[in-house]
């Protein structure tokens, strides 16, 4: 099946949105935003994230060995979008408050919900990467409801 054709059908699977983030090896912080991120299992406590093999996070991430995903709330559309690429302008992080995690990675201060991670292993899947993640921290630091992608829009939440 050409991609061409089998986008428009992912397009219809309503995920949440996280900002993946990890550091440059001169400890410049860097981000981006996915949404194909999920949790593996509780005991030891591992996440996933799907990563462009060829790309910038991917790389830094196998570099650095940390990395940390940050949920995005229903108001966060704008960091969505800037960490997207969407927006013009220099640094990412200069929206929101961000700090760093344990592991150093970059943290939002009112994210719906955070996870720290080492890497813990790495796996080729076609041209993207299944990053898996052991948790090393997490918090919930600001219970709302979440960004929803899909489509290729966002939306602000969900009814309930």
Do not use: K
């Not at 229903?74 to 592991?103: E, K, M, N």
């Not at 990467?129 to 960004?147: F, N, Q």
Request: proline share 6%.
């Amino acid at each position: 099946m050409d991609s061409t054709d089998l986008r428009p059908v992912l397009a219809q699977w309503a995920t949440g949105v996280a900002v993946v983030t990890t550091l440059h090896g001169d400890g410049a912080r860097h981000g981006m935003t996915a949404s194909s991120f999920t949790s593996v299992a509780l005991d030891p406590p591992l996440v996933s994230v799907c990563l462009a093999s060829d790309g910038t996070t991917c790389r830094l991430i196998g570099d650095s060995g940390v990395f940390a995903i940050n949920v995005l709330g229903h108001d966060h559309g704008a960091i969505g979008r800037r960490f997207a690429g969407q927006a013009t302008g220099g640094d990412r992080f200069a929206v929101g408050r961000w700090r760093s995690a344990c592991t150093g990675a970059p943290v939002l201060a009112d994210a719906v919900a955070w996870v720290d991670c080492e890497v813990a292993a790495r796996h080729p899947a076609g041209d993207h990467t299944i990053v898996l993640g052991l948790v090393r921290d997490a918090a919930v630091p600001r219970p709302a409801p979440p960004l929803i992608y899909h489509d290729r829009t966002y939306y602000e939440g969900i009814a309930r």
